[in-house]
């Protein structure tokens, strides 16, 4: 979950959310996004851990402005219970943008981001637990959402070089149901979002929105979707 906030101090507005399967390597990510580094000993997550990132907002631009961004690492716990997902709920209330985080090495992990991403924007009708493939999933329902999202794959490097062509083709798929662009990294090596990378363009303008939802839209019906990428120039819900 993800938080676009003005000053240090000020901590109080709505989040920006990540979502994905338990194991998925959200803390590493949130700590790569947040710190530029890789996080030496993750753990598990309980309950939910807070990071900021610092955005330079329309970078290289007039109107640039600096702003933090916090975002929530909210333990993914699958579950068979419904107290997990109500549990969970508290964290989704007036959301700014979500992440969501899989596996490219878990084809489970990738077919589960559908589930979490109806339970995100609460939409989800089906049990906790149940897995919702792509043939259920009705992407008109997200054809007027207003939520930024993005997809991260993890594990890039885990994937043997004669399947990467299939694993690829595969999260386009994705991306294209969920309307987002796509990442696709490992979450151990920092260069995967080094400046000026297409993952950077990509990162930034996802921010970008994550603000203009936050600050600068009043009305939610007016946000611009993922396919409208001309303001950039060319410089780039997870559970653990």
């Known amino acids: 979950m993800l938080q676009a906030i003005k000053t240090p101090h000020d901590l109080l507005g709505q989040p920006l959310q990540s979502c994905g399967d338990l194991g998925v390597g959200k803390s590493s990510l949130v700590h790569l996004l947040c710190q530029n580094?890789?996080?030496?000993?993750?753990?598990?997550?309980?309950?939910c851990s807070v990071d900021v990132r610092v955005?330079?907002?329309k970078e290289g631009t007039p109107e640039e402005k600096t702003f933090y961004i916090e975002l929530w690492d909210v333990g993914g716990s699958v579950g068979n219970a419904s107290s997990v997902k109500s549990t969970r709920a508290v964290f989704y209330n007036s959301v700014n943008?979500?992440?969501l985080v899989h596996d490219l090495t878990n084809k489970k992990?990738?077919?589960n981001l559908y589930r979490w991403s109806l339970e995100?924007?609460?939409?989800?009708s089906s049990p906790t637990g149940v897995i919702i493939?792509?043939?259920?999933y009705d992407r008109e329902q997200f054809a007027e959402n207003p939520v930024p999202l993005l997809l991260i794959g993890t594990k890039f490097d885990q994937i043997p070089e004669n399947k990467r062509s299939e694993v690829l083709t595969r999260t386009a798929f994705l991306s294209e149901d969920f309307n987002a662009e796509e990442i696709n990294l490992d979450c151990t090596n920092p260069r995967y979002l080094a400046a000026g990378t297409s993952n950077a363009v990509k990162l930034s303008r996802f921010f970008d929105k994550v603000i203009e939802k936050r600050y600068f839209t009043r009305d939610p019906s007016q946000m611009t979707g993922f396919t409208d990428r001309?303001?950039?120039n060319f410089k780039s819900l997870h559970y653990d």
């Open 37 to 47: 580094q890789v996080l030496g000993n993750p753990s598990w997550t309980v309950g």
């Open 97 to 99: 943008g979500i992440i």
């Open 55 to 57: 955005q330079d907002y």
């Open 133 to 136: 493939s792509n043939g259920d």
């Open 109 to 111: 992990s990738s077919q």
């Open 230 to 232: 001309k303001r950039f």
């Open 120 to 124: 995100a924007l609460n939409k989800d």
